[in-house]
């Protein structure tokens, strides 16, 4: 059965020290507002970027590297993991609806549902 994926965002993963600056700076570097999530504090965007590219900002736990990770969404989480597995991503955690995997490289990504709505549809790949 074929689903439907795309790289939809950019995520910049950073610890709480580094958090408030970090966000600060994305924001004044792209020109891009910071809209808070209104349920997550420890997440926040700063909106969409060419062909409905997300750039988002996430505050990591104590410990955690500030480090740049993607999340590839999909109609299918299930096909799309199994799909990277076959090109050599690894498995890493299951995180209850999502999981995070990383490349043959060892590049940390994630993959999830459905995140950006229309901008999904108009350029989300078909996977047969």
Known sequence: MPHRSRLAI????LPPQLHDRGQQFWSAATGH????DTIDDAWS???SFADGF???VQRTG??????WHVDIETDDVHAEVARLEALGALRM???GGFWQMKDPA???F???GVQTGEEFDRHATTWP
């Open 54 to 56: 997300h750039l988002e």
């Open 33 to 36: 507002a910071v809209e808070p």
């Open 62 to 67: 104590v410990g955690t590297p500030p480090r």
């Open 106 to 108: 060892g590049l940390l």
């Open 110 to 112: 994630c993959v999830v």
């Open 10 to 13: 950019l995520l910049i993963d």
């Open 93 to 95: 955690a299951d995180m």
């Open 45 to 47: 965007s700063l909106g």
